[in-house]
């Protein structure tokens, strides 16, 4: 069974734009081909991609899929209060339904906005999978533990269940889904914790995925308790192996970047958060030339407040000039090729290129569109001018997710119900 993408451009892993079809091997959920107009034959399946862009599916390389139900709900205030008084006091009464519930929406909002990839952190794990299995998106997830304030036993249970979660769920979904072990953040797990339970992760082979320096209320007390950058402390306690990766490193020092590029551990950058929250900016264009892998993530929508990555491809650009205070830092391949090539090698999957061989997670972009006209530089449209309601179809693993904007695989309007009465009754027990 094949499906054949026709009549479109498409970006190369080289960022060249080429007139040409892709066809993709259904039951491998690979692409087989991609080859002149009118030259691969016939396929039982054909999407019609003319006046479009074929271009590789996008990477969110960070978020918490379910907080779309607190989309809109608190705003404005800096990360440790907004957490503190608004975001955790309504978490703590998220039910496993809310969670299934927010992650469809979120999900829903990725596939039409042109995401084929997400990494979450989140609890409640198991109703994110089988959102996962149902809408037919490919993710990476995890159980996220936290051990301050609690006692214990607690704290260990926690942390017992991201490792049980990420060896229950790994290949889940017809592979579709891998997972991670999450420990919060460096402030928000004991050290004795991290010592006692990365070397477990690392006995069943899971990569590592942490919120890292992402204020500077995460690095000061760090180097006053033990003297070292975070992350220096965190090479010490095993954390950052390749195949490991960190949300934000907005504060980070020459030495945590070249422990990044040494290590081959990940940053996913996630602009939008961080203005938002007023975290920082953080140096990517230095990371970049230092050889970091770097991808991008909206993080929670809360505090973004939407999924659509081209969002933060063009929020990467902009607020990578200014912190490099050049325009030519972050240019406009940079900003995409974190969004698809460069998420993809934090997260360790063959996604994020349009090649024979990659898997076929794909999305088409319309050209036919005023902010799109005219066609100088495509490469340019797609980080500075087209936004997530300009992709056409969407597909993973060679299936249709999205086909002339109609989501095949979620019921939209019984997705975003659900998701109204939850969020309004969540909010209504919890204030
Ligand atoms: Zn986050």
């Not at 829903?108 to 037919?136: C, K, N, Q």
């Given at each position: ?65 379910a ?27 998220l039910t496993p339904e809310d969670v299934r519930a927010g992650a469809e929406l ?18 409640h794990?198991p109703e994110i999978a089988a959102a996962?299995?149902e ?280 997705v975003?119900?659900r998701a109204?009465?939850r ?9």
């Amino acid at each position: 069974m094949t499906l054949l993408i026709e009549g479109g451009r498409v970006l190369g892993p080289d960022f060249s734009v080429e007139q040409a079809d892709v066809l993709v091997d259904r039951e491998s959920g690979t692409i087989e081909a991609v080859g002149d107009p009118g030259e691969l034959g016939e396929a039982a399946d054909v999407l019609d991609a003319s006046d479009g862009l074929v271009m590789p599916g996008l990477v969110n390389a960070h978020t918490h899929v379910a907080m779309t139900l607190l989309r809109g709900y608190a705003d404005d205030k800096p990360l440790d209060r907004w957490l503190r008084e608004d975001i955790w006091p309504v978490e703590a009464n998220l039910t496993p339904e809310d969670v299934r519930a927010g992650a469809e929406l979120g999900i829903l909002e990725m596939i039409r906005s042109g995401t084929t990839t997400f990494s979450d952190m989140y609890f409640h794990v198991p109703e994110i999978a089988a959102a996962v299995e149902e809408s037919g998106i490919r993710a990476v997830l995890g159980h996220t533990a936290i051990t301050v304030g609690k006692d214990d036993e607690a704290a260990r249970a926690d942390l017992k269940e991201s490792l049980d979660v990420a060896r229950e769920l790994d290949g889940a979904a017809d592979g579709r889904i891998t997972t991670t072990f999450q420990p919060h953040s460096l402030t928000t797990v004991g050290g004795d914790y991290l010592a006692e339970f990365v070397p477990k992760a690392r006995e069943f082979g899971l990569p590592i995925h942490l919120h890292a320096n992402e204020t500077s209320d995460e690095v000061d007390p760090i180097v006053a308790e033990h003297g070292v950058r975070p992350l220096a402390y965190a090479r010490d306690l095993g954390l950052l192996d390749s195949g490991d990766f960190l949300a934000h490193g907005v504060h980070v020092d020459d030495s945590e970047i070249a422990l990044l590029a040494e290590t081959g551990a990940g940053v996913v950058h996630c602009p939008a958060s961080n203005m938002k929250l007023a975290s920082g900016i953080a140096p990517v264009q230095r990371m970049l030339e230092a050889g970091v892998t770097v991808g991008l993530g909206t993080d929670g929508a809360a505090s973004n407040n939407d999924l659509d990555v081209f969002d933060e491809v063009r929020d990467a650009a902009m607020v990578g000039k200014l912190a490099a205070a050049d325009a030519s830092a972050v240019d406009a391949r940079a900003a995409v090729e974190m969004a698809t090539a460069g998420g993809a090698a934090v997260l360790g999957l063959d996604v994020g290129r349009v090649e024979p061989g990659a898997l076929a997670d794909l999305a088409v972009l319309d050209l036919d569109a005023a902010h799109l006209t005219p066609h100088h530089d495509l490469v340019s449209h797609l980080a500075y001018a087209a936004r997530g309601s300009d992709v056409r179809h969407t597909v993973c693993a060679g299936r249709v997710l999205m086909r002339d904007r109609e989501v095949r695989t979620l019921e939209e309007r019984a997705v975003c119900a659900r998701a109204e009465e939850r969020a309004a009754e969540l909010v209504a027990r919890s204030t």
